[in-house]
């Protein structure tokens, strides 16, 4: 059995290996995903069910709603068709690896897709945003990061600008450029 378990941890850490030189992860996220996985896998069964699943999402930061026992969840019910798609009720820890890596390395596909985020939090779906705006839906460094970068917004019309008005077009362009 000993032996077993060894080959068990010996394959595990080839896989992470693997799975870090292939996705571009950093060592300390797969070390912290492994770790918050370890942490909820109470009973040591390399499984987690799908109660200690949510709660190892929640601790990662994952937004999952509180609803009441029996109610639908959406938001969950998704994750769980890309994680547990045959829905034997565990996530194992290598399905938690795939989705926690896969997660770590969407990218963005498209400027327009950048161009369609700004313009959903825009209060009437202009082609400007506010330093509130982005302030209020992004993190406190990711909205600097597009202050900093952003170029006061003229209206195409009037050749005018206005007064806050950040051009998320322009700057999206210069991304993809």
Excluded at 26 to 32: G, N, Q, R, T, W
Excluded at 37 to 42: A, E, G, I, W
Excluded at 58 to 86: C, H, K, Q, T
Aim: one cysteine or more; charged letters at 30%.
């Amino acid at each position: 059995q000993l032996n077993q378990l060894g080959m068990r941890i010996r394959h595990n850490l080839e896989q992470q290996i693997q799975a870090r030189n292939q996705s571009g992860v950093s060592e300390d996220a797969l070390k912290e995903f492994s770790m918050m996985f370890r942490h909820f896998d109470k009973d040591k069964t390399g499984k987690l069910d799908l109660n200690a699943f949510k709660s190892c999402l929640r601790a990662l930061g994952y937004d999952l709603p509180m609803v009441e026992e029996g109610e639908p969840e959406p938001e969950f019910e998704s994750i769980l068709n890309v994680v547990d798609p045959n829905r034997d009720g565990f996530v194992t820890l290598q399905e938690y690896m795939a989705f926690m890596i896969s997660k770590e390395t969407e990218n963005v596909q498209s400027s327009e897709e950048i161009e369609n985020a700004f313009r959903a939090i825009t209060a009437q779906e202009r082609d400007y945003v506010t330093q509130e705006e982005l302030h209020s839906n992004l993190s406190k460094e990711m909205a600097d990061y597009c202050i900093a970068r952003m170029k006061p917004y003229e209206d195409p019309r009037t050749g005018q600008g206005i007064t806050g008005a950040l051009d998320y077009m322009e700057f999206t362009r210069t991304l993809f450029s």
